[in-house]
């Protein structure tokens, strides 16, 4: 059976892969930066100690994913997901009992090697062999998850720690995500479309300037291809202004809005980029010119980036709003774009290492976001230097991405 839409099966796919993603991103994502305040609550250590075991998480993800292809051709996608959910469920296991600091880099390991196999290149292998002309759009929906994690898992984790403490919290959320994602692994993933019958019917010619598909080297060739060293470049840096712009954000916009007004805009910038993502996946078709699509989404998210400046210099609620809306509209699309940029510039043999490679590089460049940004701030004695240093990444990666 030949289909264009497979959405007897192939939505079902997109909404497991959105389920795993509300997992993933809420606990390995998200996660850290509640532990942080936990474990210093609970015991007392130095933030910086503890911020050194969450970039090893991030680090040992990042060198999780770069070997991602050929993690999931050995183990297939359905055992790699059950692999990626244990140790999640371990690793935070391992964060939410430590006792001692080393307890914290152990749990890291377990827990970031559980963030790799389940977050952006999981989720691109999941979407990738059910669609051609509609991947844009399932993409964006199975990407969302990401943010309703956030929505989510930010206030659960809060509640779960002031009820019952953080040990007991950790094993109610380990538990849940493993018979989520376990259960979504067996009865969804397990299928393909060939074992299904099905032949997934080619998306038409991809249009666009310089959109012709680039065959790739093997091996280390492919770091002298300009093509990709420009969207690992252009989308590490603006990762690594949005993961070092968002771990500051909440205090910055607290002065002009108080503290609940803060959290409250915080979860609207959240909706935004669901709204901003879902609203790019349907509106551009397959053959579009995606790599120009982000160049302008970074630039748009610089404009709101300078508006939040103004406003926190002017202190002026209205306006600072209004900068969180326009940068909340692009967050989302900054992770849902590269898979698209790659799947519509290289050859379909060569998508999976790209999309691997490039959320290896972005995870290695933003886990130093935070800290980089901090010192930023602490250097300045200024919040407005994170936002001008978050505007200029931003503005650099548009640049870089425009320049193909």
Known sequence: MVTTDTRFFGWRVVWAAFTIAIFAWGIGFYGPGIFLEALHDRHGWSPALISAAITTHFLIGAAIVARFQQVLARLGLMRLVLLGAGLTALGLLGWSSAAQPWHLFAAACLSGTGWALTSGASVNAMITPWFEARRPAALAIAFNGASVGGVVFAPLWALLITWFGFPWAGLIIAVASLGVMAALAVLVLRHTPQSLGLVIQPAAPRGGKG???????????????????????????????????????????????GAFGAGLTMSLITVCA???????????????????????????????????????????????????????????????????????????????????????????????????????????????????????????????????
């Not at 492919?222 to 968002?246: D, H, K, N, Q, Y």
């Not at 698209?340 to 972005?362: H, K, P, S, W, Y």
């Open 211 to 257: 959109a012709g598909q680039l065959a790739l080297p093997p091996g280390r060739g492919i770091w002298r291809e300009r093509r990709f060293t420009s969207l690992a470049i252009g989308f590490s840096l603006g990762a690594a202004a949005l993961v070092g712009l968002l771990a500051h954000l909440f205090s910055l916009l607290a002065p002009t809005l």
């Open 274 to 404: 669901v709204a901003g993502r879902s609203l790019l996946g349907w509106l551009l078709p397959a053959g579009s010119d995606f790599r120009r699509a982000a160049a302008i989404n970074f630039l748009v998210k610089m404009i709101g980036t300078c508006i939040i400046l103004v406003a926190l210099l002017w202190e002026a609620p209205l306006l600072m709003l209004a900068g969180c809306v326009i940068f909340g509209l692009c967050l989302g699309n900054t992770l849902s774009l590269p898979p698209m940029i790659a799947q519509a510039e290289f050859a379909r043999a060569d998508v999976g290492r790209v999309v691997a490679l490039i959320t290896a590089v972005n995870q290695a460049v933003y886990a130093l976001g935070p800290a980089s940004f901090g010192l930023i701030r602490e250097a300045t004695g200024s919040g407005a230097a994170v936002l001008l240093m978050a505007a200029l990444l931003q503005l650099v990666s548009g640049l870089i991405l425009w320049r193909r």
